[in-house]
């Protein structure tokens, strides 16, 4: 008698490079908007110099492990089961639980900024209103990561193109136009030390977060011991330009620093070129938190379903959609999350999402060093060059950098008496270990 066949697995539709290329891009930067205040807090000056030297000390050695490790490991899940195979279940749970915790509050923000923009047309569009459009954006989104990384990378394409050619004709219009030296001043002047640097280089921080989320989905991706170098070689180069370029011709354009908040790149792009460009730049702005919030579902949604297998979470987070292979429910549960915290303002929490970040990618950078000792003998088709010395680099640069970063919040939330970030921000990252002990005793009662 024959025994029934299990039914195939479905057949998962892989990102090649150029499509990856984008998906990463979107997800690290997706255009120069966010930067604004720190113009305003940190000085030009400062704030271009942030450009050039925090990937330096941040994003650049966290790509070089991101690229090691993802041809040492290419699993779903990335960077949380480096860090498990390198410390333990309880460092993997944490670094695991602080990036998915995190994305609650980023692709929520991200669904409320699209509204923000959108009111730019529609100053009507407020209070529930506002609300619906951001979770209608949110359920769009979900739906398209539910049909896989392939659409998700043909969307992130478009939506890229779409916003890097009205910064790219801003950028050679401002050039064109240059009167000023935007370097000047370097500094605000009369304002306080930690106002000046320790904001604007956590801002830095939170604006080259990200080049190691994208190992999440590394199972999604074509050859992904090729690719994910690859794509990171390019991607790292065009964000560094992606906020400097735009930033110094505005400056050197308009010379009026001191008016840069908010959405202030759809305004330097009216005085720069007009109506019309500044109207393009501020729908630009408004795609970009699209593109943003699509790939970053992708990145974080797949890490409940990692921590679902690993029987961290509830196994219900496991479940794959029968046609394209992803993470389904995972996807729509994250989702859900993401438009109930749509219902409230959350630019203040970022601060507290900076803090997680930070602790996320410190443990990635050490789970590098840790590896190298320990298991040596994994395959790495790429290796972090420099020997001991570039392993040094890639791992003491980040954690270095991250906690100036997390002491410079500190100091000036203290100054600024923000009680919100003091309390919230440790509340955050305290709230892992507990998941974790009621993790624990879950798993010890289900399989009692």
Not at 10 to 36: D, H, N
Request: glycine letters at 8%; proline letters at 7%.
């Amino acid at each position: 008698m024959a025994t029934p066949s299990s039914p195939p697995k479905p057949t998962i539709r892989k990102a090649t490079l150029l499509y990856f290329v984008f998906v990463m891009y979107s997800y690290t930067t997706g255009g120069p908007f966010g930067l604004e205040e720190q113009v305003s807090n940190s000085g030009p000056g400062m704030t271009l110099l942030y450009h050039l030297l925090i990937p330096f000390f941040w994003c650049i050695p966290i790509s070089l492990v991101a690229a090691e490790l993802t041809t040492a490991m290419p699993v779903q899940g990335g960077f949380y089961r480096w860090v498990r195979a390198a410390f333990g279940d309880f460092w993997g749970f944490l670094a695991g639980w602080w990036n998915w915790t995190a994305s609650f509050l980023l692709g929520s923000a991200y669904a409320v900024l699209f509204a923000d923009y959108l009111g730019f047309y529609f100053p009507q569009l407020t209070g529930r209103n506002h609300y619906l459009v951001a979770a209608a954006l949110i359920a769009a989104i979900t739906y398209i990561n539910v049909r896989g990384i392939q659409m998700v990378g043909h969307i992130s394409t478009l939506l890229e193109i779409f916003v890097l050619v009205p910064i790219a004709v801003m950028t050679v219009m401002g050039l064109a136009q240059w009167k000023h030296n935007p370097f000047v001043p370097v500094v605000p002047p009369h304002k306080p030390f930690f106002q000046v640097f320790g904001v604007g280089l956590a801002l830095g921080v939170w604006l080259y977060s990200g080049y190691e989320q994208l190992s999440t989905v590394a199972e999604e991706v074509d050859n992904p011991r090729r690719t994910f170098p690859r794509a990171l070689a390019f991607v790292v180069p065009l964000s560094i330009t992606t906020y400097f370029l735009p930033t110094f011709a505005s400056l050197a354009s308009l010379d009026n620093w001191q008016q840069w908040h908010g959405d202030y790149f759809s305004v330097a792009a009216k005085l720069i070129g007009g109506p019309l460009l500044g109207a393009w730049v501020a729908l630009a702005a408004m795609v970009t938190n699209a593109a943003l919030l699509n790939s970053t579902v992708l990145a974080t949604t797949r890490m409940p379903f990692a921590l679902a297998e690993d029987k961290f979470l509830p196994r219900f987070l496991t479940r794959v959609h029968p046609r394209f292979g992803t993470p389904a429910v995972s996807i729509v549960v994250s989702g859900a999350i993401y438009a109930a915290f749509a219902m409230f303002t959350l630019t203040q929490l970022i601060a507290v999402y900076a803090w997680l970040r930070v602790a996320t990618s410190v443990m990635t950078v050490l789970s590098a060093w840790k590896l190298r000792q320990h298991k040596p003998e994994m395959p790495r088709a790429f290796v972090i060059p420099g020997g001991r010395k570039g392993l040094l680099y890639a791992v003491a640069a980040p954690v270095l950098l991250g906690i100036l970063a997390t002491a410079g919040s500190v100091a000036d939330s203290v100054q600024r008496g923000d009680r919100l970030v003091l309390l919230s921000a440790p509340a955050a990252i305290l709230l892992g270990p507990l998941a974790f002990a009621v993790s624990q005793w879950w798993r010890s009662h289900s399989s009692a």
